[in-house]
């Protein structure tokens, strides 16, 4: 069963910022949501996470709806090496489960 | 961050033999592993879970006899893929679980991934 659901694909320009939306309105209290992303022939890369508060690191920004049925994920200054599959996984164990993913292509 | 290797990163092997892949975590203990197994152009998809001193365990349609996994030690897996197939051609890719989280912000540490092509 499908905890969350991204758009499959998106186009984004170098320097500007990159906002990948993720649904997970079956979301409970204790879980979590993460976000790695993937590139090609790549072990996952961790990106960020939160509860339900919105996070800011060096990578990027995770803002989570009051209600925490969805999240948006930003990169804020999109480069060509951005360019991967985004997961978007919520969990509250350690046996992450991937989703398809959206697939973000950082144009020059 | 901590570090998991995986080795060998990519490996070719004739149909029959076995397959052996390691999966290290270099600077931390590791008493959870995990296994995915990813085709191409399609996700993550969890095999097993790996518990250092026990036996592992596998995701519901994972052959146990063909898949076998040991975790002998707290910084080291094995996945060995008995009697390899062309179907079995694919990235294997290995976590380890952080000891400390959440007191860390990553959860999980992922290995480099083995592409796995089998003639």
């Known amino acids: 069963d499908a905890k969350t659901t991204q758009p499959p694909s998106m186009d984004c320009a170098e320097g500007r910022a990159a906002n990948l939306p993720c649904n997970h309105s079956?979301?409970?209290?204790?879980?979590?949501v993460y976000w790695y992303r993937q590139i090609h022939s790549q072990g996952p890369q961790y990106i960020i996470h939160?509860?339900?508060n919105n996070e800011t690191n060096e990578m990027a920004s995770l803002i989570i709806t009051e209600d925490r049925k969805s999240s948006t994920l930003i990169l804020p200054h999109a480069t060509l090496r951005d360019t991967a599959v985004y997961y978007c996984?919520?969990?509250?164990?350690?046996?992450?489960?991937f989703g398809a993913g959206t697939t973000v292509t950082v144009r020059a | 961050g901590a570090v998991v290797s995986q080795h060998p990163s990519w490996v070719i092997c004739k149909s029959g033999t076995s397959v052996k892949i390691e999966c290290r975590s270099l600077?931390?203990?590791?008493?959870?592993m995990f296994w995915y197994r990813q085709f191409p152009k399609q996700s993550l998809m969890l095999m097993a879970t790996?518990?250092?001193?026990?036996?592992?365990?596998?995701e519901q349609g994972v052959e146990k006899d063909k898949f076998l996994i040991n975790h002998a030690s707290l910084t080291l897996s094995t996945l060995t893929v008995t009697s390899a197939h062309p179907e079995d051609s694919s990235f294997y890719i290995c976590s380890a679980r952080d000891p400390i989280f959440p007191e860390t912000n990553e959860k999980l540490f992922f290995g480099s991934g083995t592409q796995l092509s089998v003639l």
């Open positions: 790996s518990n250092e001193g026990s036996k592992a365990t596998y």
């Open positions: 939160g509860l339900k």
């Open positions: 079956t979301i409970s209290g204790n879980e979590y």
């Open positions: 600077d931390f203990q590791a008493t959870t």
């Open positions: 996984i919520v969990d509250n164990d350690y046996k992450l489960s």
